[in-house]
């Protein structure tokens, strides 16, 4: 069993900072890409943010320059640094990751439960 745990959103100001962790936990056998997704209600789930297993980055036009991904993969965990957030970036964050489980010979997506970010004005 592979699941994904979210931590580090809440409410702040916009110009605030907020460090969001997602730890994979389970019978993994490895890991390859991770991210973090964003959704808003009534929206399609958009990318913010993957990293390769290698450190390799990219981001979505909306947060370069201001979120940085990255990982530590001894601890199976990514992370979504995010400075100078703005309203509009209050939405919904879900984790990602491409596992292939211990029991498995091929990779699958998991997400994590999501967690609020709130950026007040």
């Known amino acids: 069993q592979v699941q994904l745990v979210e931590s580090g959103g809440g409410l702040v100001q916009a110009g605030g900072s907020l460090r969001l962790s997602c730890a994979a936990s389970?019978?993994?056998?490895?890991?390859?890409?991770m991210g973090w997704y964003r959704q808003a209600p009534g929206k399609e789930r958009e990318l913010v943010a993957a990293i390769t297993s290698g450190g390799s980055a990219n981001y979505a036009d909306s947060v370069k320059g201001r979120f940085t991904i990255s990982r530590d993969n001894a601890k199976n965990t990514v992370y979504l640094q995010m400075i100078s957030l703005k309203p509009e970036d209050t939405d919904v964050y879900y984790c990602?990751?491409?596992?292939?489980?211990?029991?498995?010979?091929?990779?699958?997506?998991?997400w994590g439960q999501g967690t609020q970010v709130t950026v007040s004005s």
């Open positions: 389970g019978s993994i056998f490895s890991i390859n890409a």
């Open positions: 990602n990751a491409n596992i292939r489980p211990i029991s498995a010979s091929y990779y699958r997506a998991y």
